[in-house]
């Protein structure tokens, strides 16, 4: 797998979270870039959470907020290996999973 640029004019946010079932601890990433491949910013934390998903969530939340916040974008994709998430952005709640009212620390 190799990074693809996105459109001109669109920063590309990748976003993932890791998770370990017996501690809960988890780690949330983000690499944002260019359409030339150039990058722009990113981060690395940890955090502990309750599921895989909420640390997929967490991540794409501290995405957003270093792409909006840190770096005022708003030409911006999203692009992660979770489909629920994208699903819960674009507003496609409709699984059991965004029943999960749990969190991360």
Same mark, same amino acid.
């Given at each position: 797998?190799?990074?693809?640029?996105?459109?001109?004019?669109?920063?590309?946010?990748?976003?993932?979270?890791? +998770?370990?079932?017996?501690?809960?601890?988890?780690?949330?990433?983000?690499?944002?870039?260019?359409?030339?491949?150039?990058?722009?910013?990113?981060?690395?934390?940890?955090?502990?959470?309750?599921?895989?998903?909420?640390?997929?969530?967490?991540?794409?939340?501290?995405?957003?907020?270093?792409?909006?916040?840190?770096?005022?974008?708003?030409?911006?994709?999203?692009?992660?290996?979770?489909?629920?998430?994208?699903?819960?952005?674009?507003?496609?709640?409709?699984?059991?999973? +965004?029943?999960?009212?749990?969190?991360?620390?």
């Amino acid at each position: 797998m190799c990074w693809l640029p996105q459109r001109p004019g669109f920063v590309k946010t990748n976003i993932d979270g890791a +998770w370990i079932k017996e501690s809960g601890n988890s780690g949330l990433g983000v690499v944002i870039r260019d359409s030339n491949d150039i990058f722009y910013g990113g981060m690395a934390t940890h955090k502990v959470c309750d599921s895989a998903l909420l640390a997929e969530i967490e991540a794409a939340i501290e995405g957003l907020k270093v792409v909006i916040h840190g770096g005022g974008y708003r030409r911006i994709i999203l692009e992660t290996d979770c489909k629920t998430v994208l699903d819960g952005i674009s507003g496609k709640v409709n699984n059991r999973a +965004w029943d999960d009212t749990s969190s991360c620390s």
